[in-house]
């Protein structure tokens, strides 16, 4: 029922910039986390950035390696989170998948366990 399709992926040079957006449908609450997690071959899975309500406003939580560079955001009304990519590095080379899932989970935010939805992915390749 849920789905999440994620956009925006493609080609770029070193030190440009990308935005990524996942659109999610089928979900009936507001009240879910999402996040960013990339893949490569030699890396394996990899957390970087997540967003969930806190009060009128966002908890946000970025990776070490992203921090300062990406910003995630989210679109409540149309269920859609962004991540905008400044300053990209051929190390951020990755396959990029957004992710969903419910706030009330013990789990950091980084593990991919809490999210139960997942987008097919999208490829970004920093040259």
């Known amino acids: 029922h849920v789905q999440l399709v994620e956009s925006g992926g493609g080609s770029v040079q070193a030190g440009g910039s990308l935005t990524l957006s996942c659109k999610a449908t089928?979900?009936?609450?507001?009240?879910?986390?999402m996040a960013w997690f990339r893949q490569t071959p030699g890396k394996g899975r990899e957390g970087v950035a997540t967003?969930?309500?806190?009060?009128?406003?966002?908890?946000?939580y970025y990776a070490a390696s992203v921090k300062g560079r990406f910003t995630i955001s989210q679109d409540s009304a149309k269920h859609t989170v962004h991540l905008q990519m400044n300053n990209l590095r051929p190390e951020d080379t990755a396959i990029y998948t957004c992710?969903?899932?419910?706030?009330?989970?013990?789990?950091?935010?980084?593990?991919?366990?809490?999210?139960?939805?997942w987008g097919q992915g999208t490829q970004v390749t920093v040259s």
């Open positions: 089928g979900y009936t609450s507001d009240h879910y986390c």
């Open positions: 992710a969903a899932g419910p706030l009330a989970v013990a789990a950091s935010w980084f593990n991919p366990t809490r999210y139960e939805h």
């Open positions: 967003i969930s309500p806190l009060g009128d406003s966002w908890n946000r």
